[in-house]
């Protein structure tokens, strides 16, 4: 049985939560930035593979009090360091220090290092900055180095085994993106938080390289976001691979064919929608999404959108920081309002902004659902009603 935790952003905790408890793992509690839970091996894998909301799942390996490098060095000789790095394997530490007498962290890594390197023969580690850098940015065939997270809080250190790799909104399709792009992981939060299951229709007005609709495709297909990447766990010494055929074979089996539902995605810029098209292929859902090339008051009013069945019209607009100036902006937040007061009056509507003024000026009544960051920035998820 392993002691799990998965990380997420802030303010997602009860969507990984209750993604948990769907695969069967037993959470044990929830704090700002993850979910601590119990599982054994195949719900570990489970978790890695179909968590959407998730950014790291990690298995606390060792925890003991260390005040002096001696008491560090005497307990990271006891860790069982085989049962995670494999033989000529290379290790890197990412290590915190917070009211400890180890506070010098790149000494802390050093002596973890020597303890891993005593123990394994022929192991190595990694200390550039860069190359720790580069574990989170590559969706690799074989991630080549096992990364251990290190925390010390008033002299008590937990040591955990990074068992995803790459940080799992690393999905292995989006290789083109937009001027302000959207994590896979939001994206699915946006979705899940809004309560979007695949049975009604999506429309993404301002969809960029396409994270939103791309997301709802591979969600409404039951296909799960790992699907298509490797995972540091499978380099473990104690990997199963069995357990693993198992759990990749119980998630085929819901695949669907087809998502049940349209899932529309438009933009103005040529570049954002030739992304869009190239990521949806690489992702497997091409031909799941109707992709046009619209200005969002064009794509609002559109007849065949009118027509559809009801649905969710999901997006990331501008918010002023990064793309634009605020204030250039409150006209198209205001076509978004007018389009849920007039010819979308039976569409429910949800939207991430960092500004509240932007969002006041829908001129809709809003509820937050999510309160959350992306790349520093504070922003929430607001929703909508159908005919509100």
Not at 44 to 56: E, I, K, V
Not at 92 to 117: G, M, N
Not at 251 to 276: L, Q, S, T
Not at 277 to 304: F, Y
């Amino acid at each position: 049985m392993y002691s799990c935790y998965a990380i997420t952003a802030p303010g997602l905790e009860h969507l990984a939560a209750a993604e948990l408890g769907g695969i069967g793992a037993h959470v044990t509690g929830l704090e700002s930035g993850g979910v601590a839970f119990d599982s054994a091996p195949g719900i570990l894998y489970a978790a890695n593979l179909r968590l959407r909301t998730a950014s790291r799942i990690i298995v606390r390996i060792a925890s003991f009090h260390a005040a002096s490098f001696g008491e560090l060095e005497r307990h990271a000789g006891k860790v069982a360091w085989g049962r995670w790095v494999s033989p000529g394997g290379a290790v890197h530490f990412r290590v915190t220090s917070r009211r400890s007498r180890l506070y010098h962290q790149d000494a802390v890594a050093e002596r973890l290092e020597r303890a891993v390197l005593a123990a394994l023969p022929g192991a190595t580690a990694v200390r550039a900055p860069s190359a720790a850098d580069a574990l989170d940015e590559e969706v690799s065939a074989e991630p080549g180095v096992q990364r251990f997270l290190v925390r010390i809080v008033d002299d008590l250190l937990t040591l955990s085994a990074d068992s995803s790799g790459a940080l799992l909104h690393r999905r292995g399709y989006r290789q083109a993106g937009g001027k302000a792009p959207l994590r896979e992981t939001l994206a699915a939060a946006m979705l899940l938080a809004m309560e979007w299951d695949g049975s009604t229709s999506l429309a993404d007005p301002l969809c960029g390289s396409g994270t939103i609709p791309i997301e709802a495709a591979l969600l409404a297909r039951r296909i799960p976001p790992g699907w298509r990447r490797r995972f540091a766990f499978e380099r473990w010494p104690e990997f199963k691979p069995s357990v693993w055929e198992y759990v990749r074979g119980e998630a085929a089996k819901e695949i669907v064919e087809d998502a049940p539902a349209p899932i529309v995605a438009a933009d103005r810029d040529a570049g954002a929608v030739e992304a869009c098209a190239a990521n949806a292929e690489r992702a497997g859902v091409a031909a799941d999404l109707s992709i046009h090339q619209s200005a969002l008051t064009t794509t609002l009013g559109a007849p065949d959108l009118a027509t559809m069945p009801p649905g969710l019209i999901l997006t990331n607009p501008p918010y002023g920081v990064r793309v634009g100036e605020s204030g250039r902006l409150r006209d198209l937040y205001a076509s978004l309002g007018n389009a849920m007061r007039g010819p979308l009056a039976a569409w429910s509507l949800g939207f991430v902004t960092s500004d509240p003024a932007l969002a006041a000026a829908t001129g809709l009544p809003l509820e937050e659902l999510l309160d959350t960051t992306t790349g520093g920035l504070r922003i929430r998820l607001y929703r909508q009603g159908a005919g509100g």
